[in-house]
């Protein structure tokens, strides 16, 4: 029988133990193997823990939209309350120039700002609004709830992809465990599955053949990726 390529992608052999757990499942009480069943319930397991250690790169994928999503958000509530402060003698215009100073004081630039930095800007911007008469300005009091929400949002991601970081060191621990599940596979797995066959071929010679099939076909996709 095949061994699983050492030189297999975390995720895909993630992707390729579950294929191998499926493969079993449909066949699991007609083989009837206490041992198959302790040793696929590991696969399983092994394959989710790896996944679920290996997802910072969505996380991530997402912190980064939920920060251009409360970027655009503070360049239109900056552009509305400079727009309002050019209306001609309007009660509008001048309820905008007595705030202007608040925005100016911290600047369009918080933007570009790191993370943590351009959060407490916004905070301290939100907080210093909080008793402003915003009704006035066409706008204002609308995009002042979509920058706390905005603002909320990117926190919740931030929190999650931290988390993710901290928890799992992410990559390295996924790693780590790709490493322990695939030498459980080629070595314990594979080896009592052959030993098997030999003992009784028309048992389980048809599921041995699946499951090469499914590690070559895994194994022949990383030889096309290396080309």
Do not use: W
């Amino acid at each position: 029988m095949p061994k699983v390529s050492t030189s297999t992608p975390i995720g895909t052999f993630a992707t390729l133990c579950q294929a191998l757990f499926a493969l079993y499942e449909p066949r699991k009480a007609a083989l009837n193997d206490s041992k198959l069943d302790s040793f696929f319930d590991s696969v399983k397991a092994g394959a989710e823990e790896i996944i679920a250690t290996s997802n910072s790169a969505p996380l991530l994928s997402k912190l980064d939209e939920a920060d251009t999503k409360r970027d655009t958000v503070v360049r239109n509530f900056f552009t509305i309350m400079e727009a309002a402060c050019l209306l001609p003698f309007s009660e509008e215009a001048e309820a905008a120039k007595a705030l202007l100073p608040v925005f100016e004081r911290y600047g369009r630039q918080i933007v570009a700002e790191k993370y943590r930095e351009e959060s407490a800007k916004i905070e301290s911007l939100l907080k210093d609004l909080e008793g402003a008469d915003l009704s006035k300005i066409h706008g204002a009091a609308e995009y002042a709830a979509l920058l706390r929400s905005a603002e909320d949002e990117f926190k919740a991601a931030n929190t999650l992809y931290t988390e993710s970081k901290t928890a799992a060191l992410s990559e390295k621990s996924a790693s780590a465990k790709k490493k322990v599940l695939l030498d459980f596979v080629n070595n314990t797995l594979l080896k009592y599955l052959k030993a098997m066959c030999v003992v009784d071929g028309e048992k389980y010679g048809e599921f041995a053949k699946a499951v090469d099939e499914e590690i070559a076909r895994s194994n022949e996709s990383i030889k096309v990726l290396k080309k």
